[in-house]
């Protein structure tokens, strides 16, 4: 039982800590995304990872599903994974630090909706940008949770800049602040010049703390916080489709679809791949098996960092992973 409830409070996580959900509708059916995670693959060079996007159907039980990044490049779904109350994760495989615009869906018997997909979150100062891309990597144990996220900064000024971990600030819902335990080496950013993007591990996280902002400098007089449901907006329709386009107007002919490895722990007990139109897998995944997994990834990943990037103060403060954006959009 108690691992049950660990994994529902994850999941409701999940489903708030992003984003303001995007809707859509045909006029019998609702399509609901309430946000959108990524998981990295086991082999560390993959090239590829998870991305598993929270959506609630109402007015029909099944739908098939597009995801089109900013290339105009169509994903199809590899697996689905059914939740309760009509919600489901729809799992692709996608490319990482890919930036999507839109989600297509079709409900069954429907007509197609197309959902404009989340815009970048960014901040500012008089000194630089902020922009946040979300988060890479969600890691639970009985005991504590911790997250990845990716950020790239712009410096905006006409001196240097100097970026390093402890700049940084993960505020929950009560606004009580968690520091970097995982992260990148001391960046020096040249006037008008950006870093690439940037990986932040925060772990020992409450399993009640609902990862709500990221701050810069939290408290400063110029500090800059992303609030995560607030500065989450959707792409506007000139950003998705051109000046010129209409909202309704066919995206593009489709590329094959990226098929989930079953060999993933996100694929683990899923017996074969779903069909594009069908919204059903032939076997739930194991609840243990989630928990075992995320538990030895949480573990891998502090090993793997320390080892990359060892840290003078005997803390672990360490280097990026090769986890990827998570909640990506494209930047406006």
């Given at each position: 039982m108690r691992i049950i409830v660990l994994i529902l409070m994850l999941a409701l996580a999940l489903g708030t800590a992003q984003a303001t959900p995007l809707q859509g509708g045909d006029g019998n059916a609702t399509v609901v995304i309430f946000g959108a995670t990524r998981t990295p693959l086991e082999d560390e060079n993959a090239t590829q990872e998870i991305l598993k996007v929270d959506v609630g159907l109402m007015g029909t039980e099944n739908a098939s599903y597009q995801l089109v990044d900013a290339d105009n490049k169509i994903y199809l779904p590899g697996l689905y994974k059914p939740l309760s109350s009509g919600k489901q994760l729809v799992l692709f495989l996608v490319p990482k630090d890919s930036l999507f615009k839109l989600i297509n869906v079709t409900p069954e018997s429907g007509k197609p909706i197309n959902i404009n997909w989340w815009a970048t979150p960014k901040g500012s100062n008089e000194r630089m940008v902020l922009r946040y891309y979300g988060i890479t990597d969600w890691l639970i144990n009985p005991d504590e949770q911790g997250i990845v996220v990716q950020v790239r900064v712009q410096n905006n000024g006409t001196q240097k800049l100097i970026v390093s971990p402890e700049n940084f600030t993960l505020l929950d819902q009560w606004a009580w602040p968690y520091r970097p335990t995982l992260g990148f080496d001391l960046e020096t950013i040249e006037p008008q010049k950006a870093t690439?993007?940037?990986?932040?591990?925060?772990?020992?996280?409450s399993l009640l703390s609902r990862p709500a902002a990221l701050a810069f400098d939290n408290g400063a007089s110029n500090q800059i916080i992303i609030k995560f449901e607030r500065d989450y907006v959707p792409l506007s329709d000139v950003a998705v489709y051109g000046a010129n386009a209409t909202k309704n107007a066919a995206v593009i002919v489709p590329t094959p679809a990226a098929v989930l490895p079953t060999s993933t722990p996100a694929a683990q007990n899923v017996a074969v791949q779903a069909p594009a139109n069908e919204t059903k897998v032939t076997k739930k995944l194991s609840i243990k098996d989630q928990l075992a997994a995320s538990k030895a990834r949480l573990a891998a990943t502090k090993v793997s960092l320390d080892k990359k990037t060892p840290d003078?103060?005997?803390?672990?403060?360490?280097?990026?992973?090769?986890?990827?954006?998570?909640?990506s959009s494209i930047s406006v």
């Open positions: 690439s993007r940037l990986l932040l591990g925060f772990t020992g996280i003078t103060n005997g803390t672990a403060n360490s280097t990026s992973s090769n986890a990827s954006n998570s909640s």
